[in-house]
Each structure stands twice: as structure tokens, then as C-alpha cells.
């Protein structure tokens, strides 16, 4: 039980922090619904699945760009983590430059898009990253809940009831997560330093292009029909931002086991249980995420006084589960393509995804069922297509 103890530790203050950051989270969206109308309300959802989106992105390709092998020496790891850092500024130009144009295509507002460039930029140092080589517990959960309570603060009691009011306050969310990221920022900026005399090469510009299409996978696959450019009733909008925000909400697991792939934590786990580091995964992330998610709709539907109906669960369930067996994947067989074959393969699913969504944009079947078809399609063809051609690559020296 002694090598649990900690696990299981970091796992109780994770979850704990988790569910009241969840729960502040419905409470913030079913306030966003009740105080402003319905189109604006659209538009502020879709701005916070944005720039949360832009967020999970840089942190993740901080993630995946260190691919730290969490049985290595603290040194090892910590080199890793400075390469991650390298890797996200020098995608942070692109990455500012799209989500300026997200933001004001949904708000029209200069002051929105200058404050989610910020908070992207300093959340992009995650402080959570460092302290998961050093086998230390996670905070983003802790701090996320305090902003979440903040944000519903602001917008009951503070901020006008306009788009940029509302958005305001949604960018407050972020607030203790970037106060505490202090800490790891100029840790972030000394490794990013050596980008202008290491990052020119054509061999970092396409590593870190690759890097960043998988991170950024999964998000513009689920996230896409919030980019505006689909002629979605104002129902199916609705339906479409419950499944995602409590998809995103039901994945308490996640950022805890992404944490401890970082160090021997997760793998003396797996072995304890007799599992392989995927079922490990893939275990952790459905079970949990369809617990979650039931326990989230009810809330929903309780304070939100809005009926939920058997079909919104069934297709978020499906949807969990899709990212459930692609998120393995991502995370432990991406490695093993050779950058071209990565690059190839995500850009090609991507530019073929949006373009299918942009051609039927219009069209009146374009409704929460095949927009959903479509994204269990896009998720589970990535996994099979990484899994067969990691498995064509051989085998690195050990």
C-alpha cells in the first residue's frame, strides 16, 4: 500500500477539486443561459469552448512536444520538459493569430481577443508540467475552481450582460491558473530562449508542426462546429455545446494520468493492476467520464430547468468513449511515426473533416447527429490509422 499512498493521495485532492470545479463550471453555464439571451448565450459558449480550446492546445502540445518517459532519470525529464517549451514558442505566433480571429469573428470585441491572447500565452506555461517530473500533485483543478467561482461572481454581480461583459468574466476563469503559472514562467522563457538559434532548421519547423496537429486533433474535431460557419438551429447549437461542455467536464481522470506519464507513477500503477499502459488509459477515462457525465446532465437538467433527453447522453457516451480509445494513441503511439508520416496523416484528416462540414455548412441534415457521426468517424479513423502505422515503424533500441 505504500507505493499507492501517494497516487492515491493526489488522486482524492484531484477528484475533490475536480467536482467542485465541474460543478461551478454548470453553474457558470446555466447562469451564462439565464442571464442573456439565447443568441448571445450561443456566442459566449462557443467563445469559451475557443478559448479553452487554444489553452488545452498549448499545454498539450507542451505535453506531447517533452514526451517525457516517466521511468527516466529527473534530469532526463526535466531536459524533456525544456524541449516542450521550445516547442510551444515557436507555435505561439500561430496560435495567437488564429484564436485573435476566432475570438473576433464570435465577440467583434479588441479587448477580448488582446486578454485571450494573454492568458493563452501565460497559461502556456502550465506550471503543472514541471511539477509532474518531480512526482509532485497537480493544482489546474484547484485553481480552475476558484476562477469558476470568480466567473460566476462577475457575471451575477458585476460585469453588463453584453458579449463583452459576459466574455469578461469567462476570461476571469483563467485567472488564479495564470497567477500561480508565475512560478514556471520564467523557467518556461529560459528554455524558450534557444528558439532563435535552434528552431529555424526544417527539421524543428516540421517537428513542431506535427507536434502541434496532434495536440490540436482532437479539440478541432470537437470543437469545430463552434467556429461559427455552420447553419445550426439554435436547438442543435444548444444540444451541441451540453455535449461538449459535459464531455470536457467528465474527463476527471485525465489530466492526472497525462501527469503521471511523466514519472514511474502510472506505470507502477498499470503493473499493480495487471494492465497495459493503453487499458490502463482507456479504463480510467470511460469509466469514470460516463459516471461523471450522468451525474453532470442530471445537475444540468435539475438547475438549468431544461429538459435533457435520452439522446443527448447516448451521443455523449459515444463520444466519450471514441475519445476514450483515441486518446492512447495519441499520447503513447504518436512517438513512433516518422514527422512527415505524422504531419501528413493529421493534416489530411483535418483538412478533409472541415471540408466536409464546410460543404454540407448549409444543408438542412446538418443537425446534433451528424455532426456528432461525424466526429466519432474523424476520432476512431485517426486511432485505427496511428495505430497501423506505428506498428509498421520498427521497434526503438532499448
Known amino acids: 500500500m505504500s507505493r499507492l499512498s501517494s497516487p492515491l493521495h493526489q488522486t482524492a485532492l484531484h477528484l475533490g477539486s475536480r467536482l467542485a470545479s465541474v460543478g461551478l463550471s454548470f453553474i457558470l453555464f446555466t447562469c451564462i443561459g439565464r442571464l442573456i439571451q439565447a443568441d448571445l448565450a450561443a456566442k459566449v459558449y462557443f467563445f469559451t469552448f475557443a478559448l479553452g480550446f487554444a489553452i488545452a492546445t498549448c499545454r498539450m502540445v507542451l505535453q506531447l512536444g517533452a514526451n517525457v518517459t516517466g521511468t527516466s532519470a529527473t534530469t532526463t525529464r526535466i531536459r524533456a520538459v525544456q524541449q516542450g517549451y521550445r516547442d510551444v514558442a515557436f507555435l505561439m505566433p500561430v496560435a495567437t493569430l488564429i484564436l485573435s480571429i476566432i475570438v473576433w469573428n464570435l465577440t467583434a470585441s479588441p479587448l477580448l481577443c488582446v486578454l485571450s491572447v494573454i492568458s493563452m500565452i501565460i497559461a502556456a506555461a502550465d506550471v503543472d508540467m514541471p511539477r509532474s517530473t518531480l512526482n509532485k500533485a497537480p493544482i489546474f483543478s484547484f485553481t480552475f475552481a476558484l476562477g469558476t467561482a470568480f466567473s460566476i461572481f462577475l457575471i451575477i454581480y458585476v460585469v453588463p450582460k453584453t458579449i463583452e461583459g459576459v466574455g469578461l468574466a469567462v476570461v476571469g476563469q483563467w485567472l488564479p491558473f495564470l497567477m500561480m503559472n508565475r512560478r514556471s514562467l520564467r523557467f518556461a522563457f529560459e528554455s524558450a530562449r534557444r528558439v532563435r538559434r535552434r528552431a529555424m532548421a526544417k527539421e524543428q519547423l516540421a517537428r513542431t508542426t506535427s507536434i502541434a496537429l496532434i495536440s490540436c486533433y482532437d479539440g478541432v474535431i470537437l470543437n469545430a462546429p463552434f467556429f461559427g460557419f455552420l447553419a445550426l438551429s439554435a436547438r ?14 467528465s474527463l476527471p481522470l485525465l489530466p492526472l494520468i497525462m501527469h503521471w506519464c511523466n514519472s514511474s507513477t502510472f506505470d507502477r500503477l498499470c503493473q499493480q493492476l495487471s494492465l497495459s499502459r493503453r487499458a490502463g ?23 438549468g430547468q431544461q429538459p435533457v433527453g435520452v439522446k443527448v447522453f447516448v451521443l455523449y457516451a459515444i463520444t466519450l468513449l471514441c475519445y476514450s480509445i483515441f486518446a492512447p494513441e495519441m499520447r503513447f ?9 505524422r504531419i501528413k496523416l493529421i493534416a489530411g484528416a483535418i483538412g478533409t473533416y472541415l471540408i466536409t462540414l464546410l460543404l454540407f455548412s448549409h444543408e438542412r441534415y446538418i443537425n446534433t447527429l451528424t455532426v456528432c457521426l461525424s466526429q466519432w468517424a474523424a476520432l476512431l479513423g ?10 509498421k515503424q520498427p521497434l526503438p533500441p532499448t
Open 333 to 341: 503511439s504518436t512517438e513512433r511515426l516518422p514527422t512527415i508520416v
Open 281 to 303: 488509459f482507456f479504463i480510467g477515462l470511460a469509466l469514470s467520464g460516463l459516471s461523471a457525465g450522468a451525474v453532470f446532465l442530471s445537475f444540468y437538467a435539475h438547475f
Open 382 to 391: 485517426m486511432t485505427f490509422a496511428i495505430r497501423y502505422f506505428s506498428h
Open 236 to 249: 442543435d447549437a444548444i444540444d451541441l455545446s451540453l455535449i461538449m461542455r459535459v464531455h470536457v467536464a
